[in-house]
């Protein structure tokens, strides 16, 4: 669909959008009530006990770790932390999950009232702000924070027309069953598709950080729904929402609101009514389609779970956690502008991902504060798009901190020219060999020794008689051919500043 489609759209409609994010805590060693192990796919139904199977009897006990990660999660989104919260059932039958109800957190969930910061450029700016396109910074509030259990897997097999996804019957697999998922709700104050894909994907860099989840949308470690409706601008009042799902990129999250809005308009100007449902957004043909009329809370009948007790959490407690935050991505980025002084942009790139900032700074550490600069040069220009052509993760790169820091040093030091540098990365990119090692061998060290370069230069001046005159007579602009003859009869290692200076010298 095409972008200006969107942005006509919202000059005339303004979009409220609202997020629901599931994350799977696929770092922690067991089920959120049993103690079968979390982990993605192997042989279906391996990975289950009576309680993540729904057996009658079966007694669920609460994963502490999970209680944590998800407080953890929620005081890096500045939330309150419920003092008093609980576990409710929700009723619903469908053959993924084996007890009927999900237990899930209801009225009484461990965090709200937090928020996230995130920058967005380009789309939609015009509207948001009195800005020109340019980036913008805007707050998205958090209702919500809770913890559940998430469903087994359907499996949908066979080839007859007409039924689900074209299958006859179905298989279920419970070895998702009982995973920890943390459930994060937005407060509807996302305004455009740009924003949404920004608040996912910022959040899952938290997550990265917090170290609780993977977050992988393949995966469905992270599964991203959202709430959208449009009003005419300077209306008040919310329209009709509908609620998308099966947006399993951050891509398809923004194509996804962009088509609804889009078709939100061309229903509301053709004069007909939005209905409040959900709908399945198909990857494939690029559009939304109805699934079903959207459920109210009390189709559920929750209520408390009473096999388990309430939570009380002691101020002590919450500290200790709040103990436990790592340095998160936007302090990381305030810390490299200050104490290495790198633009915005640049501390953002480096400061987003936890071990390509880690590895930065292990470099930086290594080579000294006043080479971090050239060390986050190379870090998002060369190495960067190595790692991006070869899809090479940043851990199976044969580059190391220790080999970054040394080619920044031996550049510093004048050992080797800005245009052998990419050659000795480009190899040690290749081989892992160290770059010491890759000068030596390849004969490429720079000379700076001015006692050899001034002997090349008297050769030049005594092969080339006319040349000389010619300069001496004014014509100065001979200057880079003369560097051009030294540095071949110095075989293209002479130091080309020093080979300039000792050049103007002795001919002047
Ligand atoms: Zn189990």
């Known amino acids: 669909m095409a972008k200006d489609r969107l942005a006509g759209v919202l000059e005339r409609y303004e979009a409220v959008i609202g997020l629901e994010i599931h994350t799977e ?36 006990v609460p994963n502490e770790a999970a209680v ?7 005081l890096a989104l500045d939330c309150e932390i419920a003092p008093f919260s609980q576990f409710h059932r929700k009723q619903y039958f469908y053959p993924d999950m084996p007890k009927d109800y999900q237990i899930s957190q209801y009225d009484l969930p461990f965090c709200g009232l937090g928020h996230l910061d995130i920058e967005v450029d380009g789309e939609g700016a015009k509207q948001r702000v009195d800005l020109d396109g340019g980036p913008y910074a ?10 559940e259990e998430d469903t087994g897997k359907m499996v949908h097999v066979g080839g007859s027309e007409g039924r689900i996804a074209g299958a006859d019957h179905s298989l279920v697999d419970f070895n998702r069953a009982g995973t920890p998922l943390m459930e994060l709700v937005s407060e509807p104050d996302i305004r455009t598709p740009e924003e949404a894909r920004r608040f996912a994907q910022k959040l899952r860099l938290i997550m990265l950080n917090l170290g609780v989840s993977d977050c992988s949308m393949e995966e469905g470690s992270m599964r991203v729904d959202g709430n959208v409706s449009i ?3 300077g209306e008040t ?10 947006m399993n990129s951050f891509k398809a999250l923004h194509d996804a609101l962009a088509f609804e809005i889009v078709r939100q308009a061309d229903v509301l100007d053709e004069g007909g009514r939005i209905v409040q449902e959900t709908r399945h957004w198909d990857v494939t043909a690029k559009r939304t389609s109805a699934l079903r009329s959207k459920e109210e809370a009390h189709d559920y009948r929750y209520f408390p779970e009473p096999d388990m007790v309430p939570f009380e959490f002691s101020a002590g407690w919450i500290d200790a956690i709040r103990a436990r935050l790592p340095e998160l991505p936007d302090a990381r980025r305030e810390r490299f502008m200050r104490d290495f002084g790198l ?12 071990e390509f900032a880690a ?6 550490a290594l080579a000294g504060t006043p080479l971090a600069k050239p060390i986050a040069n190379w870090m998002l220009g060369d190495f960067s798009a190595y790692l991006n052509a070869g899809t090479v993760a940043l851990s199976d790169a044969k580059v190391t901190p220790a080999m970054l820091a040394e080619l920044v040093q031996v550049i510093d ?39 050899a370069i001034e002997a090349a230069v008297e050769r030049v001046i005594i092969a080339n008689p006319d040349e000389v005159a010619s300069y001496r007579a004014g014509k100065t602009t001979l200057i880079g051919w003369f560097v051009g003859q030294v540095m071949r009869e110095m075989r293209g290692q002479g130091n080309p500043s020093l080979v300039n200076e000792i050049l103007v010298k002795k001919l002047g």
Do not use: W, Y
Not at 68 to 74: C, I, N, Q, R, Y
Not at 238 to 245: A, D, F, P, Q, Y
Not at 343 to 354: G, H, N
């Open 25 to 60: 805590l696929t770092s922690l060693n067991s089920k959120m009530f049993c103690g079968c192990p979390v982990a993605f796919g192997g042989e279906p139904n391996t990975r289950v006990c009576p309680v993540c199977l729904g057996m009658p009897g079966a007694l669920p």
């Open 138 to 147: 805007t707050r998205i509030g958090v209702t919500r924070i809770h913890l």
């Open 68 to 74: 944590e990660a998800t407080v953890l999660a929620g």
């Open 343 to 354: 633009s915005s942009a640049d501390a953002r790139t480096l400061s987003e991902d936890v």
């Open 413 to 451: 030091a004048g050992t080797i020219s800005g245009k052998q540098a990419k050659q000795v990365f480009t190899e040690m990119a290749e081989t892992g060999d160290a770059p010491g090692a890759i000068i030596e061998i390849r004969g490429m060290k720079q000379v700076s020794d001015t006692g």
């Open 359 to 364: 590895f930065f700074e292990e470099a930086v």
């Open 231 to 233: 009003r005419l601008r």
């Open 237 to 246: 009042e919310l329209g009709t929402k509908t609620e998308i799902k099966n």
